[in-house]
Every structure is written in C-alpha cells, then in structure tokens.
C-alpha cells in the first residue's frame, strides 16, 4: 500500500481537456445513482421536492421521447436484485417488488413510482418504491436499486481500454457534484490511468470529469 501511495504522489496532474473514459463500476455507480437515479424519481421530476431536494430535468411531458443516452443504454430500477440495498419482498405500501424499465434503448420510459404518484400521472400500479423510516410515519417514494444493463455481447474492461487511442481510466468513488436538476455535473475517483493507444500508460492525479447527464 505505501508504494501504491508514493507511485500515485508521484503521478502527473492531469491537463484539462476532453477525453475518452473508460469508467470502472466501483466508480460508475455513483455517477448513476445522481444522475439517472434521482432524476427518475417521478415526485422530484413533477417538482413537489423542489423546495428540499430538487427537481429533475427529465421532465414528466419526456416520458418516451427524452433520449436520456445512446441507443445501447439500458436502466432498471428494480426491488428484486439478489443483495440490493434497496431489495425487499414488499415495500411500505403492500406492493410486491418487482423490475422495471427506466430507459430502454437510450430513451427514457420510466419513473419510480408509490401509489399515490401512480394514480395521479396516470399508471396503472406503483412499481413498489414506498419507503417509511418507522411504523408511525407515511411513506414516502424513494429510490429502488437502479442499474446499467450490460450487453450480452459487450467488450470487457480490457477490451475497451484497448479501443481508446487517448483518455483516462477512473477507478473508486470520491468526492461528487450535481446541480438540483440532476443535468451538470462533476465526478472524482480514487485512482486514474491515462491511456495511449489501447494500453494504460501510467497514473494521473488531479483528475475530476464534468458534463451535462444526457452529453455524458
């Protein structure tokens, strides 16, 4: 660990610019959480969390129209994932857990909903995302486990890295920022990479990444 420590002391800073980034889940995870997760979240993006936690730029009136990323991206909320924080056999509302689309195929087609959000947007049932803190208190809608689908057939970590002819490698979560629209933001990690012509070519320090959600 020192040597890990004094190789990463003696890395370069980064120079500023735009790069292509191949980003670790251990950092990624984050990023999704901020930016698909809240944004997904129907009472934020009808505004009735705007005066404490913010809105969300991915509108009510976007519902199967907002291309949220690139035709490859696939995002699930889901309450039935084996070891997910957020998994359980009902939630505070009696309704059975259960897995959902959020965007398919880049585009956005879904919200986390309780049932009172569902009946006044219109759907048919909540998808289970009640939560109350104790017995004595309402629930409130929340977030359920919310993750990037792989392709069947995508390239591995090493294989990705091998396409970038120049770009940065980001490992582990740091230090984050997002604005209350859940649309610009800035990530940090813990370790970086640079990479050159398909090969990691040494550590970089200094490094944070910034974009609007939909850019990113």
């Known amino acids: 660990m020192p040597e890990l420590l004094a190789e990463k002391m003696r890395a370069p800073s980064v120079q500023a610019g735009t790069y292509d980034l191949v980003v670790d889940p251990s950092n990624l995870w984050l990023t999704i959480h901020e930016s698909i997760g809240h ?97 004595g208190h309402v629930p409130v809608q929340r977030m359920a486990n919310v993750s990037l689908q792989p392709a069947p057939d995508g390239p591995s970590t090493d294989e990705l890295i ?18 209350m629209q859940r649309y610009n933001f800035q990530f940090t990690g813990q370790r970086f990479f640079r990479i050159e012509n398909g090969r990691l070519a040494g550590q970089l320090r200094d490094v944070a990444y910034q974009a609007t959600t939909t850019d990113f």
């Open 162 to 179: 091998g396409e970038v002819e120049r770009g940065i490698y980001v490992v582990g979560d740091r230090s984050w920022s997002i604005d």
């Open 39 to 135: 944004a997904t979240e129907l009472d934020r993006a009808l505004g009735y969390e705007a005066a404490y936690a913010g809105t969300s730029f991915a509108t009510f009136d976007q519902l199967g129209s907002l291309a949220y990323g690139s035709g490859i991206m696939n995002v699930t909320g889901d309450r039935t994932a084996e070891h997910g924080l957020a998994t359980i056999g009902y939630d505070d509302e009696g309704v059975a857990a259960q897995s959902w689309d959020l965007t398919k195929d880049g585009t956005l087609v879904g919200y986390q909903l309780d049932r009172r959000i569902a009946r006044l947007t219109g759907f048919e049932r909540s998808n289970g995302c009640a939560y109350a803190d104790s017995p």
